[in-house]
């Protein structure tokens, strides 16, 4: 029997990919996106800081390090401001 190693790099990589194809966020009739550079937005709802993994189908009883919330995905883009006013509030 042939044993199968698992490169996780490579698998990181390929369930980034798969998911960012798969994602529609919202529809783009008033051409909205991309968000332009400056675009300033505001986050609503618990989940943008009390993001949950949870499930047991495909992948939800993998365990991981870390998972990325929705704020912390959006501080990552260097042309996008997140109404830290809004935020503040959140985090009371």
Same mark, same amino acid.
């Given at each position: 029997? =042939?044993?199968?190693?698992?490169?996780? =790099?490579?698998?990181?990589?390929?369930?980034? +990919?798969?998911?960012? $194809?798969?994602? &529609?966020?919202? $529809? =783009?009739? /008033?051409?909205?996106?991309?968000?332009?550079?400056?675009?300033?937005?505001?986050?609503?709802?618990?989940?943008?800081?009390?993001?949950?993994?949870?499930?047991?189908?495909?992948?939800?009883? &993998? +365990? &991981? +390090?870390?998972?990325? /919330?929705?704020? $912390?995905?959006? +501080? !990552?883009?260097?042309?996008?401001?997140? !109404?830290?006013?809004?935020? !503040?509030?959140? !985090?009371?």
């Amino acid at each position: 029997m =042939n044993e199968i190693t698992l490169n996780w =790099n490579e698998y990181t990589e390929a369930a980034i +990919n798969t998911a960012a $194809e798969g994602i &529609v966020m919202l $529809e =783009n009739k /008033d051409n909205v996106l991309p968000l332009k550079k400056g675009s300033r937005i505001a986050l609503f709802g618990r989940m943008q800081i009390h993001y949950y993994k949870s499930g047991t189908g495909s992948g939800g009883m &993998v +365990n &991981v +390090n870390h998972v990325s /919330d929705i704020r $912390e995905g959006l +501080n !990552d883009c260097p042309d996008i401001t997140l !109404d830290s006013e809004l935020m !503040d509030i959140y !985090d009371k």
